[in-house]
């Protein structure tokens, strides 16, 4: 394709066609939405501005092309945002994405909740969980660049190394000391849809009455809490770990806050999870690791900042 004599309308339309897979990019390089948007959206005026450049003016793969400005735009954004992050107040979680699934409970809000989305379902439809992004912050920017375009997108050695700009063997060592970290910290269990949700609905009943001993029933015996305020709101300063703290921790809610929350299940991050509300607004989403049998893991995002995009009718 030879961009410099193609039509803006033409360049727009092969940009919109790869965005999705942008995007996904991005957001699994940067675990924000926002970071996301920006990185593609600078990809897009790159992309129309090679029209205009000589030197590119021959731009004959566009997807090729494309996933290498946005890598590499990627991996110059995360270096920046490890650093915020070492003085992010308290725990970090990756921004959610939400799609709808329906209301939980006879008191949830009946409409729907809204999704502004550009991603297609398809591109994730996985490894886009909390769990697996957290992982992913353990690697350095073009560790986690590199496993990524080949394990999760499915590239070759040398398309990867021509988008990072460094040669295959390099490339290969990348990857696999990526993969053996992962491995090592990602926890991996086959768990129906169904099931998950079922834990999810038995969770919401217990939580609700605060009873002691059904919610210490739905917890693994380490599990843990991770929540996220970001300094705007209210949130725990350390994790929480083990059935007994976990099941005390939401009884004491249920009892400082009788009859204030009501649940919505919702598709986050590409598994069943819960959008909380208090009042009729929302007011957190947490996604759950799980064995099928009991939770392993809560993360529950609770600044304000990563809840905007979750778009809910009045």
């Known amino acids: 394709m030879d961009t410099a004599n193609t039509p803006l309308s033409d360049r727009a339309a092969t940009f919109a066609t790869h965005r999705a897979r942008l995007f996904g990019i991005a957001y699994r390089m ?19 501005q090679s029209g205009e450049a000589k030197e590119r003016a021959d731009i004959r793969t566009p997807e090729a092309w494309l996933v290498t400005v ?9 270096r920046e945002l490890k650093a915020e992050r070492e003085s992010y107040p308290g725990a970090w979680l990756p921004e959610p994405l939400v799609a709808p699934l329906g209301a939980l409970g006879e008191d949830a809000q009946p409409e729907p909740v809204e ?11 996985s490894d886009v969980s909390t769990a697996f992004l957290l992982v992913l912050e353990r690697l350095g920017p073009e560790e ?16 990867v190394a021509q988008m990072l ?20 910290n990602r926890p991996r269990f086959e768990v129906s849809r169904a099931a998950h949700v079922k834990l999810l609905e038995r969770f919401v009943e217990a939580a609700r009455g605060g009873n002691i001993a ?5 917890f693994a015996e380490d599990a843990t809490f991770v929540g996220d305020g970001g300094g705007k709101v209210p949130a725990l300063s350390r994790v929480i770990s083990g059935a007994l703290r976990l099941a005390r921790f ?11 929350f009501t649940y919505r299940v919702a598709e986050i991050n590409g598994m069943p999870g819960l959008l909380r509300f208090m009042n009729g607004k929302l007011e957190s989403a947490s996604t759950f690791v799980t064995d099928g049998q009991k939770i392993l893991d ?13 778009a809910v009718p009045g």
């Open 30 to 48: 940067l675990g924000s939405r926002a970071e996301a948007e920006d990185v593609v959206q600078e990809a897009y005026v790159r992309w129309h």
């Open 70 to 78: 946005t890598t590499r735009l990627a991996i110059d954004r995360l």
């Open 115 to 125: 999704t502004h989305t550009p991603e297609s379902v398809l591109e994730f439809s």
């Open 144 to 159: 986690r660049a590199a496993f990524l375009l080949r394990e999760v997108f499915d590239m070759d050695y040398r398309e």
């Open 165 to 184: 700009g460094k040669s295959e063997t390099t490339c290969r060592q990348l990857v696999h000391r990526a993969k053996e970290r992962v491995r090592q």
């Open 214 to 218: 059904q919610l210490q029933a739905l």
């Open 250 to 260: 939401y009884h004491v809610i249920a009892r400082r806050y009788p009859g204030v």
């Open 298 to 310: 809560i993360y529950t995002v609770r600044n304000p900042d990563k809840l905007a995009a979750i």
